[in-house]
């Protein structure tokens, strides 16, 4: 997604954010810090192990690996259910 220059941004969108230029910079640069930091679309994900859980949600003493699931589709859904 392309990124709006904070120089070139009008004062009545900053003013409709409730931002100042400075603080609009500032998101700027941590979200370009962000996106240099994440995996482009199409590059391999590295392994990781995480412990499995059982439907009520409680851990079963098994592991699962990135890797034992190589070449199937998977979904990594992160958020809170509470």
Known sequence: MPRIDP???P???LRQMGLSREEFREIARRME???RKTPSVGVQAPD??????SAA???TGERVRLADHFERPVALV???YT
Request: glycine share 10%.
């Open 7 to 9: 120089d070139l941004l």
């Open 11 to 13: 004062e009545a969108a």
């Open 33 to 35: 810090e962000r996106d």
């Open 48 to 53: 990781f192990e995480l412990a499995a859980l």
């Open 57 to 59: 949600g409680e851990t």
């Open 78 to 80: 992160f958020g809170s």
